[in-house]
């Protein structure tokens, strides 16, 4: 596996990652109305930049995973949130690599009450969640219905406008995320350095 695949993984799910965390936690303090659906879109639009440099399969699922891990270290343990992390980016490599929508607004759609609809039966009739699970189909029709629609709007636009932008991006920069033993603060290696040190930091010491 090359070295710019692992680094690029490590990049997009860091800011995954540290989004889920840092702005995650500000909005469920806050209570915030629909802050997951705030947090899906900012989650799909980050997988569409990475989508543009790594369309392999099973990239989004990657990303989500470990974007998982770094809200795991860094945030209170809510099970349904890392559920919720880890089927997005499963149904969005599912829409885009065994359904082959190749319709961004049409795929992003997809994505979002595919991965809505799973977490909603999953976490309230096969995990059990106490939440969840006392709202019955009622929440479970509601997050898909209301929740849902609202992150597929927005994501049917906001999500070909990223890979328009990524396109682009990426006809000026071929491959950021190239490893260099020297760390310059400029390139993807710094970065990634820094969300991931970040990450171990705050979780070691919280």
Not at 28 to 41: F, G, Q, R, W
Not at 74 to 91: D, E, Q, R, T, V
Not at 104 to 121: G, P, Q
Not at 124 to 139: S, V
Request: aromatic content about 14%.
């Amino acid at each position: 596996m090359k070295k710019e695949y692992i680094l690029g993984i490590l990049f997009f799910s860091g800011l995954w990652g540290i989004s889920e965390a840092l702005l995650g936690g500000v909005l469920y303090k806050s209570e915030i109305e629909h802050a997951s659906t705030i947090l899906t879109v900012i989650g799909l639009v980050i997988l569409t930049f990475a989508n543009a440099y790594f369309p392999q399969k099973g990239t989004a699922t990657a990303i989500a995973s470990l974007a998982m891990l770094y809200k795991f270290l860094n945030a209170p343990f809510f099970a349904c949130h890392l559920l919720g992390i880890f089927l997005i980016g499963l149904c969005y490599d599912l829409a885009l690599n065994m359904m082959k929508i190749r319709n961004r607004a049409a795929s992003a759609v997809v994505t979002v009450y595919a991965s809505y609809s799973l977490f909603a039966f999953m976490i309230t009739y096969l995990i059990r969640y106490e939440h969840w699970a006392g709202g019955g189909i009622g929440k479970v029709l509601h997050h898909i219905g209301v929740g849902g629609t609202i992150a597929a709007l927005l994501c049917a636009i906001l999500v070909p406008l990223s890979c328009r932008f990524a396109e682009r991006l990426k006809l000026s920069f071929p491959m950021p995320f190239v490893y260099r033993r020297q760390l310059l603060p400029s390139s993807a290696s710094f970065v990634t350095g820094v969300l991931w040190v970040f990450g171990l930091v705050v979780s070691f010491f919280s």
